[in-house]
């Protein structure tokens, strides 16, 4: 047998494991930021997920919501319930984490809790959701739950709803209306700065198209102080709006991983 410290190839694994160490070492602060959403999330299904009483749950999607998943799987008293998936991503993780998948369809009786990430959240838990693209799902699960709960890092933690998330709201709209909705929206929000989101070109030329076949418009129209939900409102009633990621008045808990190793639990009566 060869020993691999003789074979040509050494060099190079060792290059790509100093450049890998290299990597680490200047990404510390995205590892702890990696910590903090896992402190978030695992504390969430601990405190929130009742095994005894609990039949359905909702996943969100996301990164943080993959942790959440993990804690589950590892906790065998949870997987006898039922799994509703708000995307793609999530239905293949509760597949590939061995959990029991439903759909919304099948819960008659509605789901128990919902657990999901968002990207900006303030003092009101009014959220900014959408960053992955999955905020029509993840809106139609929380809306069909008992109780709605956020987990984040405490990067996603606001003042001011709109003032952190550099991106802006991502608003979902069916292909064919997506040249007069943008002008709707440019129009009515002079400031505002709107984008069609693009998909990586080296992954897909064009635009993201999201798991329902729609567009998403980024719509970044600054801090929105106490109107979230009146933004909401107005966009939403627009036809060929399928969904606003603004969610306001559902949320009763957040769950915030600290760059400390501490948990911020924000709770609304
Ligand atoms: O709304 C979402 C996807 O549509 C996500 O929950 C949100 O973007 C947060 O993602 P992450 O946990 O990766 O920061």
């Given at each position: 047998m060869r020993c691999l410290s003789s074979h040509p190839i050494t060099p190079f694994i060792s290059k790509l494991w100093k450049g890998a160490l290299l990597k680490r070492s200047l990404t510390l602060p995205a590892t702890t930021i990696e910590n903090g959403k896992r402190l978030a999330a695992w504390k969430a299904v601990d405190d929130m997920i009742?095994?005894?009483?609990?039949?359905?749950i909702g996943l969100g999607s996301g990164s943080t919501i993959e942790y959440a998943l993990h804690r589950i799987s590892s906790r065998p008293e949870l997987h006898s319930m039922l799994y509703v998936p708000t995307s793609f991503q999530t239905k293949q993780l509760i597949l590939q984490n061995k959990l029991r998948l439903a759909t919304l369809e099948e819960c008659s009786n509605g789901i128990d809790l919902t657990i999901d990430g968002a990207d900006e959240?303030?003092?009101?838990?009014?959220?900014?959701k959408g960053g992955g693209g999955c905020l029509f799902?993840?809106?139609?699960?929380?809306?069909a739950s008992e109780e709605f709960v956020i987990i984040a890092d405490e990067r996603k933690k606001s003042n001011n709803l709109g003032s952190?998330?550099?991106?802006?709201?991502?608003?979902?709209?069916?292909?064919?209306?997506?040249?007069?909705?943008q002008r709707i929206l440019t129009n009515r929000y002079t400031q505002a700065n709107i984008q069609l989101r693009m998909a990586t070109p080296t992954d897909k030329a064009g635009p993201v198209i999201t798991d329902n076949g729609n567009?998403?418009?980024?719509?970044?129209?600054?801090?929105?102080?106490?109107?979230?939900?009146?933004?909401?409102?107005?966009?939403?009633l627009l036809s060929g709006v399928v969904e606003v990621g603004l969610f306001c008045?559902?949320?009763?808990?957040?769950?915030?991983?600290?760059?400390?190793?501490?948990?911020?639990?924000?709770?609304k009566n």
């Open positions: 009742d095994p005894k009483n609990h039949k359905v959240i303030d003092n009101d838990l009014c959220a900014i799902q993840e809106r139609l699960v929380a809306q952190k998330y550099a991106r802006g709201i991502p608003v979902e709209i069916v292909p064919m209306a997506i040249t007069s909705i567009l998403l418009l980024d719509c970044h129209l600054g801090p929105l102080g106490r109107q979230a939900a009146t933004i909401y409102q107005d966009i939403k008045g559902m949320a009763k808990k957040a769950y915030f991983g600290n760059l400390d190793g501490t948990v911020d639990i924000w709770t």
